[in-house]
Nanobody, 121 residues
Framework: VQLQASGGGLVQAGGSLKLSCAAS????????MGWSRQAPGKEREYVAA????????YYAPSAKGRFTISRDNAENTVYLQLNNLKFEDTAVYYC???????????????WGQGTQVTVSS
């Protein structure tokens, strides 16, 4: 499956962005879709995940309360709403597809190309 991420950009601290990730084929109900991010000089880190079938969502502590992951089953698209952005949220955001939920990006089988989010202070 191919994943196409979009929606990144430059935003001031406190602002919002909505990232999208479209899959090239139907996402099975057993799949887990997630977002991770990688800042310059840092390791890729887990941000949020959603079980495609149930819609259950999971968040890293840094994302809880500010970010919202959602899905559109008909469009095979997963979203990440970023609110109250902080300078430290600056990173390349990647969407990914896998089969399990975990607080590490290494569990995912397929990755999108990433979209840059830059937050100015």
């Amino acid at each position: 499956v191919q994943l196409q991420a979009s929606g990144g950009g430059l935003v001031q601290a406190g602002g919002s962005l909505k990232l999208s990730c479209a899959a090239s084929q139907r996402i099975f109900s057993s799949a887990v879709m997630g977002w991770s991010r990688q800042a310059p000089g840092k390791e890729r880190e887990y941000v949020a995940a959603i079980r495609w079938g149930s819609g259950n969502t999971y968040y890293a502590p840094s994302a809880k309360g500010r970010f919202t992951i959602s899905r559109d089953n008909a469009e095979n698209t997963v979203y990440l709403q970023l609110n109250n952005l902080k300078f430290e949220d600056t990173a390349v955001y990647y969407c990914a597809a896998g089969r399990v939920v975990a607080s590490t990006p290494t569990v995912y089988d397929y990755w999108g190309q990433g979209t840059q989010v830059t937050v100015s202070s």
